[in-house]
């Protein structure tokens, strides 16, 4: 029984029904329904064993879990429903992860920024560690370790800037520690001084240069959300305003990956996502795809799984190849699997903007060319039945006016586009992170358009996408599509009768009522936090 336990709140600890796009629910507020109305649609429960150890578990704690075991410790991950059979009492140590502890980051902020109210990944994180049997623990002097993508959010200097965070951080006891950077390796070092009760550094900032080397990085040994499983690490275009780019890219080789695919696999998961922050790119030194390795990849991710979805890829890596993406499909497309899905990030439609901050992610083609570049994109996925979800950021320190209005202007391009765009607002994270979070209360007339824009096509697109998106088999899926159609519509109703409805060609700044202010929806107040 582990001595060292590993958890993250219930909304990661889900499958999301098979759907890891479904995942970005959990970055809502529970907004006019009860939150058990999210729960069902957004992350049911995840099934555990009779120990407690829930049968899929987010990637990253995978990972954590076997750079644990390979050192010999006894770790384990819990589902946050079952650590009162661990604490208080047998574990020492306690770890902790997270994409978004406190919804801080995109899109949850954008979400939190728009309705007041703190969204259900923030929600469920505080409910995690407040659970009594967590803080019996805490008094007696379990270590509470934190990491994650997000662990800058428990950071002191966070936990100082945001008061708010502050003080629930106290009332839990206080954080031992917080490790931000690719901890593989280095947890080790971590846990071994806290069951030895040796001194713990407050705050552990790694840097790319003590990325560790692919051989360094552990096999996972019990199976990931979904089935995702990465491929590489690191991206080199070098864009401002992310953190990704920051470290070394790194691709893993293919005996590796097999290596996981079959953990995955052992329990019959038959779906899965290939994970790096440009799939296209597998195998590459530079910006030039590479099709003796992607296609490879592709056809060994196929015989492991029915259906291989991709977590990223960026619009100039497809342009720079377009005609491997139909090899691509012809890999991946069978009886089994009609279409894929992938994250795309857009970001803006403005050259300019994309000069000032994120040169990078154009290369090799100009930045002139970026909105035609986008298009053609967009075209070129469909055609491959590529179904994407493209996000946009709102509020980057370098963004003008100009800017949005030519965002806007590459929405209405994208009107009959397959896929949901998502609009971001801007978080100070990779080379900008000294800079100031976007608010709601900074948005002006454009960039309200922009919201509205984008939630109008997400809204329509959506009701389309639902028949490709719910394919799988069983009982509930007639009622889980009519249940999610529902759900939409009750969104298109939200939005037409607040003003939030808005088809190309319309005014910019038409509307002119703060957006979504709390008189105007059918909420409680809740008090802002600032
Ligand atoms: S292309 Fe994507 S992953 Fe790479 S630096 Fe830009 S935002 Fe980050």
Known sequence: MPEVVITCDWTMMSNHHGKEFLGFGTTSPAYVFPESVYQRLFFPRMPVDPNGFPQQAPYGMRKVEASLLDAGFDARIVHPSHLDRYMPGQAKVLLVSGHDYFGLNPPS?????????????????????????????????MKLIAGGPCAWQLAPATQMKVPWIGEFVASIGGIDCVVEGEADQYVREVVRKALNDEFLPPHIVLTPKEAPKVEQISTIRYPSVNGLIEIGRGCCRGCSFCSVTTRPTRWYPLEKIEAELKVNEQIGIRKGLLHSDDVYFYGSPNVMPREDKLLPLLALAKRHYEQVG?????????????????????????????????????????????????????????????????????????????????????????????DVLKTIDLIDDLWDFKAILVPMFFVPLGHLKTKDWFRRDRVSKAQQELLKRALTHGLRQSKGLLEDFFDWEGAHTSAYRATFRGFIGFLEAVARINGLWSEPNGPVGRIQDPLLTPERLPIPTIPVRE
């Open 310 to 402: 991709w977590s990223h890829v960026a619009v100039a890596s497809l342009m720079t190849k377009p005609k491997l993406l139909s090899k691509c499909a012809e890999v991946l497309l069978d009886e089994k699997q009609s279409w894929w899905g992938v994250e795309v990030g857009v970001e803006t439609g403005s050259p300019r903007l994309i000069t000032a901050a994120m040169p990078g992610k154009v290369a090799p083609f100009k930045a002139s060319q970026w909105p035609e570049l986008v298009v053609q994109a967009a075209g070129l996925m469909n055609d491959n039945h590529v179904y994407p979800a493209c996000t946009f950021i709102v509020g980057l320190p370098q963004e003008t006016e100009d």
């Open 109 to 141: 902020s954008t979400f939190q920024g728009l309705i007041r109210k703190d969204p259900l990944n923030c929600v469920n994180f505080k409910r995690m560690l407040s659970q009594p049997h967590v803080l019996k623990a805490r008094e007696q002097g």
